[in-house]
Antibody, heavy 120, light 112 residues
């Protein structure tokens, strides 16, 4: 059974870059037909899709964040990463990495989530 | 963007009674490939979301049959046949028919 684990700083200063990594275990990013995705949840709020990456490196981003987001993949380390630049307090959220089954476009596995607070 | 609107936003249910959540999309979720990319997730307190239903009505592996999904086009419904304490959660619908993928606001289900 695939497992995903987010890692990265829990506190980021305004205007800096948020960087998170998702480590996948129990399955290979390079194998199978999946997107690998980032989703965030503002405190006490709903879910917001950030973007997807395929094993080849092809990406899809939410236009609301597109100018600030970069998602990358390292199949040799079985990891994918999120960078969000020029953060503000509005980017404070729990960030989830997850796996999307390509054939049905549903999210079948989620990481536990990591809270990132933007504060000076 | 496709707007997903859930109703109600909260629901208090007597144990053993049914519950129903509506999800309406601002445009049809029927893709040109013939599939309707509407899925349902539940998020228990303090946990990550987990998949319940995909393509309107297909239960994901291990999901009990008390959960069912129905609908078409722009109107969808999640039903819980008999609510139990373990079903306390926030339920979300999600569309993946068109980028950006979007979620409903969530419906909080509580026990009376």
């Amino acid at each position: 059974q695939v497992q995903l684990q987010e890692s990265g700083p829990g506190l980021v200063k305004p205007s800096q870059t948020l960087s998170l990594t998702c480590t996948v275990s129990g399955g290979s990013i390079g194998g199978g037909a999946y997107y690998w995705t980032w989703i965030r949840q503002h405190p006490g709020k709903g879910l917001e899709w950030i973007g997807n990456i395929y094993k080849s490196g092809g990406t899809y981003y939410n236009p609301s964040l597109k100018s600030r987001v970069t998602i990358s993949v390292d199949t040799s380390k079985n990891q994918f990463s999120l960078k969000l630049s020029f953060v503000t307090v509005a980017d404070t959220a729990v960030y989830y990495c997850a796996r999307v089954a390509l054939a049905w476009l549903f999210i079948d596995s989620w990481g536990q989530g990591t809270l990132v607070t933007v504060s000076s | 963007d496709i707007v997903m609107t859930q109703t109600p936003l909260s629901l208090s249910v007597t144990p053993g009674q049914p519950a129903s959540i509506s999800c309406k999309s601002s445009q049809s979720l029927l893709h040109s490939d013939g599939k309707t990319y509407l899925s349902w997730y539940l998020q228990k307190p303090g946990q990550s979301p987990q998949l319940l239903i995909y393509e309107i009505s297909n239960r994901f592996s291990g999901v009990p049959n008390k959960f069912s999904g129905s609908g078409s086009g722009t109107d969808f419904t999640l039903k819980i046949s008999r609510v139990e304490a373990e079903d306390v959660a926030v339920y979300y619908c999600m569309q993946s028919m068109q980028l950006p993928w979007t979620f409903g606001q969530g419906t909080k289900v509580e026990i009376k």
